[in-house]
């Protein structure tokens, strides 16, 4: 069985929040990624997203609809992976890393900033270029 894993990208006058992985962790360390996780038995990727936002940056976040993005890479192999990913533009709270355990830094990029990063996975570099920095403006 695949890893499934949902992230939000938070979109917001700054740009959009990315959270930096610790060095000492397996999956993907010091990279940066969008905030959220894998999903429980049983549960929808949306939900999981608004229960890992919560836990790792203290927001309350809308998700609803599609995922702006999937990505989807070997789903029916034991290393394969489904990457689900909402842009959020809808949130309560103020985000801060919550989540010290699994994150050295959580901060505001432009798309444009963020295509100079050591990036998660190859596909945000794709979704980091289909948006204009005006997107993060509003």
């Given amino acids: 069985m695949s890893h499934h894993v949902a992230v939000g990208a938070l979109s917001g006058p700054r740009g959009l929040l ?14 940066w990624d969008f905030p959220g996780g894998h999903l429980e038995p049983g549960e929808r990727a949306a939900d999981a997203l608004v229960r890992e936002l919560q836990e790792e940056i203290g927001v309350f976040a809308v998700v609803s609809g599609a995922p702006d993005m999937e990505v989807r890479e070997r789903p029916d192999t034991p290393g394969g992976m489904v990457l689900d990913l909402w842009v959020i533009e809808e949130w309560k709270g ?45």
Avoid: I, Q
Avoid at 115 to 132: T, V
């Fill in 94 to 138: 103020r985000p801060m890393n919550c989540a010290p355990e699994e994150h050295d830094e959580v901060r505001w990029f432009s798309p444009a900033e963020a295509l100079r990063l050591d990036l998660a996975h190859d596909s945000y570099r794709e979704f980091f270029a289909g948006l204009d920095d005006s997107r993060s403006e509003r």
């Fill in 18 to 31: 990315l959270a930096r992985r610790r060095a000492d962790k397996s999956w993907y360390p010091s990279c």
